[in-house]
């Protein structure tokens, strides 16, 4: 079988192919295609010398196809119709989808969205399935080649070319504490984070923050004496020392009664944590990716309520 060189091929010619071999008539097809007869004349010119085939041949009651044109009758009319659905909009029905959803994520929203997430696609699209991936520093680069879909992160992160993100939920950062902590029961000043030992949190990195930033801006360094990826692990851990950590408020409420800890306002300015979701441009217009960041966005309504500090 010859190789063939589709950049020397006019694909304009299909369409005068396809009502040629239909029609086997060339003022016919002509009209159909919207051409002169002279013109459909040159077409079929160039079709012969294309498929080194004369197609259509005189018979005794008009033009009748050569076994090549018979070949290629239903062949191109299928070629033509899978050509026209690369220029259209698919239609998109998300309870016949069969589908696996890779997300960046950490052990916060694995917890609090996941289950609002799978809920909704229990119901609309139950062939979809989810994967959360653990974060790398090679993120965009696993979206660009399909491996990964999506990932979570703050409206802070600094994120690369060609990466695209929308806000989703707001939270904000709680100071946490057990309940009998020493200092559970006084308010706090931002000097006191320099006089206790804290479990940070290091999903890449080393575990500084922002709330460091901060820290240093008011003279004030702290000792983190635990970093851990898992912000579960924090709170099991300040449950049974007299570590502090502070982390999201949304997700040290959900478990503050399993591990019998306190949430206190941190004697900082910028609480406010700005979740969003990331994706690359290279795939951000797929249909099925756009309906699922809806449904993300809707968990995330539903999970992220009003948040209110004990006084």
Do not use: C
């Amino acid at each position: 079988m010859r190789e063939v060189n589709l950049s020397g091929i006019d694909l304009n010619l299909l369409p005068s192919l396809a009502a040629l071999l239909r029609l086997r008539n060339v003022t016919r097809a002509a009209a159909e295609v919207g051409l002169s007869q002279p013109a459909m004349s040159r077409a079929l010119s160039r079709l012969r010398q294309a498929f080194a085939d004369p197609l259509l041949v005189r018979g005794a009651d008009g033009f009748v196809l050569t076994s090549k044109a018979q070949d290629l009758l239903t062949r191109v009319s299928a070629s033509l119709a899978d050509l026209k659905s690369l220029y259209e909009d698919r239609t998109f029905d998300p309870a016949a989808v069969r589908r696996t959803v890779r997300i960046a994520a950490s052990d916060v929203q694995t917890v609090l969205l996941g289950p609002a997430i799978m809920a909704r696609l229990a119901r609309t699209a139950p062939g979809v399935d989810v994967r959360m991936e653990p974060y790398s520093h090679d993120i965009l680069k696993h979206m660009e080649e399909g491996a990964l879909d999506l990932a979570f992160a703050l409206a802070t992160t600094s994120l690369p070319p060609g990466a695209m993100s929308e806000r989703i939920a707001t939270d904000r950062l709680a100071l946490v504490m057990r309940r009998d902590h020493p200092r559970a029961r006084r308010k706090w000043t931002i000097a006191d984070y320099g006089n206790v030992d804290h479990a940070g949190i290091a999903i890449l990195g080393d575990g500084l923050s922002d709330l460091d930033a901060q820290l240093a801006a008011a003279g004030v360094s702290r000792r983190i004496a635990l970093v851990t990826p898992h912000f579960m692990a924090a709170l099991a851990a300040v449950a049974a020392t007299d570590m502090v950590t502070t982390i999201s408020e949304t997700f040290a409420r959900r478990f503050a009664d399993a591990f019998d800890l306190v949430l206190r306002r941190p004697p900082i300015k910028d609480t406010e944590l700005a979740m969003t979701l990331v994706w690359s441009h290279v795939r951000g217009n797929d249909p099925f990716l756009v309906w699922f960041r809806a449904i993300v966005r809707e968990a995330a309504q539903e999970v992220y309520g009003e948040m209110r500090f004990p006084g």
